[in-house]
Structures are given as C-alpha cells and as structure tokens.
C-alpha cells in the first residue's frame, strides 16, 4: 500500500483557537453527515456553536475552506481507525470485520459516512473538496486491497478478479448498504448485508462464525 499523502489544512483551518475550531467542525461534520454540505449554513453552524457568522468567518473564511478542513480531518481519523486494525495483527477476515465495523458505528449515531455523503453532493462541491473525497476513497480502496491480497495468501479469501476489484466491489457495498438502511433507521439491516457480503468472500472458517455479528462477540450475562 502506498503511503498516505501529506495533506496540508488551510492556513485558515490551522490558525484558530483548538477549543473553537474543534466545536465549529465537530458541528460542521454532524450537519453534513445528517443533511449533506448543501443542506445548511453558516447561520445553522453558528448558531449552534453559539458564535456569531462574523466569529465563524474569521475562524474558516469560506464554506469551502471549512469543507476542506472537515474532510481533511475526517481522512486522518479514519486512517487511524485502520492504523488500528492493522496494530491488532489479526487475519484478513477479521480485519475486514473491525472494518465493516466502522460504518456501523456511524450508522449507529445516525449519521452517514462524511465523504459518502459528499459525493452524492459530488458535482457542487469546490474542486479541493473533490479532491479529497477521491483520495478518502482511493486510500481505503488501497488498505482493503492490501487486505484482500493477504487473505487470498492465507487461504481466507476466495474472490473473483483482482484485490483492488475485490476491494472496490466492497467499498461500494458497504457505502451502499448505509445508505439503504438510513430511511429504516435500521443498522440491523446494514449488519446483515454486510454479513452477506463477507461470507460471499468465504471468510469464515465454519458456518457459525460466518454469522457471527459485526459488533463483535457477545457479553457475558
């Protein structure tokens, strides 16, 4: 897997306070994963961080310098999910697992994916946000390839085509099942699909764990 490409914040995304940048995008990212970038404004943001416009055009000049800057920093925390998982030198399956995780867990807050959501809005956005959201899904296409590549080695994985086939068909099956299972407010019915889609790959070393559910295993009672 090639090495993530250092991305730079805007000078504007780099100079503000931590404590109010951090709020204005944490609000920024919950707007855009639940209406999309076009479905609310500086009014909405500011309103909520309760800072006035003037305050928020100071801290991110444009709506578009904010987008950036969200994206940017949504790319680096998903890096570190995957960082992770590789840390936790498990095999290709149970990488895959922790990975379909990972949307679940942002279907479970009721949200979708940020850069999912942004390539619906794809053609309005300013071409820097269009860049971005290329390279988010670019990296993850590369780390599931990688990880595709090493379960096909160890006898896990069983596909047709290429990893980087294998990897696309399941970036665009995961973003897809969140987005279908958004209108029932079901992430049961995203888990199932992922399930599915991972027990086509013939991960599973026995039925009973094809099935196993993607929030890991069971507490004790």
């Known amino acids: 897997m090639s090495r993530i490409a250092d991305i730079r914040a805007p000078r504007s995304a780099r100079a503000p306070a931590p404590d109010t940048a ?5 609000t920024a990212e919950r707007l855009v994963q639940s ?5 609310f404004s500086y009014a909405d943001i500011a309103e909520r961080v309760g800072i006035t ?3 928020l055009h100071h801290h991110f000049e444009t709506k578009a310098t904010l987008g950036q800057a969200l994206i940017e920093r949504y790319h680096r925390q998903f890096m570190q999910a995957l960082a992770q998982i590789d840390a936790n030198g498990r095999d290709a399956a149970h990488k895959l697992r922790s990975y379909a995780r990972l949307y679940a ?3 479970e807050g ?6 999912g959501m942004l390539a619906a809005e794809y053609d309005t956005l300013p071409t820097a946000m269009q860049q971005g959201i290329r ?3 670019d990296v993850n296409e590369q780390w599931l390839a990688g990880v595709v590549e090493q379960g096909r080695r160890g006898g896990r994985i069983h596909a ?3 990893s ?3 990897a696309r068909l399941l970036l665009a099956a995961l973003e897809g099942a969140m987005l279908v299972a958004r209108p029932y407010r079901d992430v049961a019915r995203f888990n199932a699909a992922a399930e599915q889609l991972l027990a086509e790959l013939q991960l599973a070393r026995s039925p009973a764990a094809s099935h196993r559910r993607l929030r890991g295993p069971r507490r004790a009672s």
Do not use: M, P, W
């Not at 009721?110 to 850069?115: D, I, K, V, Y």
């Open 22 to 26: 951090t709020r204005i995008l944490d």
């Open 35 to 39: 209406r999309g970038y076009n479905g």
């Open 53 to 55: 416009k003037a305050s």
């Open 105 to 107: 867990a942002v279907l």
């Open 110 to 115: 009721e949200r979708l994916c940020l850069c």
């Open 135 to 137: 390279q988010f899904f």
């Open 160 to 162: 047709h085509g290429s």
């Open 164 to 166: 980087l086939d294998t």
